[in-house]
């Protein structure tokens, strides 16, 4: 495969998610990245939470993560922020070819 994975991250509200969202694509790190309204339930510090998120997923390259991951971190608010990659198993390779041209 291509080395071409996504990338997750729950964020605290819409404006904070666009502007990561924004910077990732064009710093040219991510080829695209989607926002989707999540109800998200956790602990934190010993208390189970629930909290709405947009959830970032940003379709890159694996050899890009570092770069995204400190992108994400210095825009996030949270002090541990979700940085998640999951491998892209198959996809079209004119997709493939789109993403690596984006962000190769």
Same mark, same amino acid.
């Given at each position: 495969? +291509?080395?071409?994975? /996504?990338? +997750?991250?729950?964020?605290?509200?819409? =404006?904070?998610?666009? /502007?990561?969202?924004?910077?990732l694509? =064009?710093?040219?790190?991510?080829?695209?990245?989607?926002? +989707?309204?999540?109800?998200?339930?956790?602990? #934190?510090?010993?208390? /189970?939470?629930? =909290?709405?998120? @947009? *959830? *970032?997923?940003?379709? /890159?390259?694996?050899?890009?993560?570092d770069? @995204? &991951? +400190?992108?994400?971190?210095? *825009?996030?608010?949270? &002090? @541990?922020?979700?940085?998640?990659?999951?491998?892209?198993?198959?996809?079209?390779? =004119?997709?493939? &070819? #789109?993403?690596?041209?984006? @962000?190769?």
């Amino acid at each position: 495969m +291509s080395g071409a994975i /996504t990338i +997750s991250c729950a964020c605290a509200g819409r =404006d904070q998610a666009r /502007t990561i969202a924004n910077a990732l694509v =064009d710093r040219r790190l991510a080829a695209c990245v989607q926002l +989707s309204a999540v109800e998200s339930v956790y602990r #934190w510090e010993g208390e /189970t939470q629930r =909290d709405d998120e @947009v *959830l *970032l997923t940003a379709k /890159t390259l694996s050899r890009r993560y570092d770069a @995204v &991951a +400190s992108c994400i971190r210095e *825009l996030h608010s949270y &002090a @541990v922020p979700e940085i998640l990659a999951q491998p892209i198993v198959a996809a079209g390779l =004119d997709y493939l &070819a #789109w993403l690596e041209d984006e @962000v190769g």
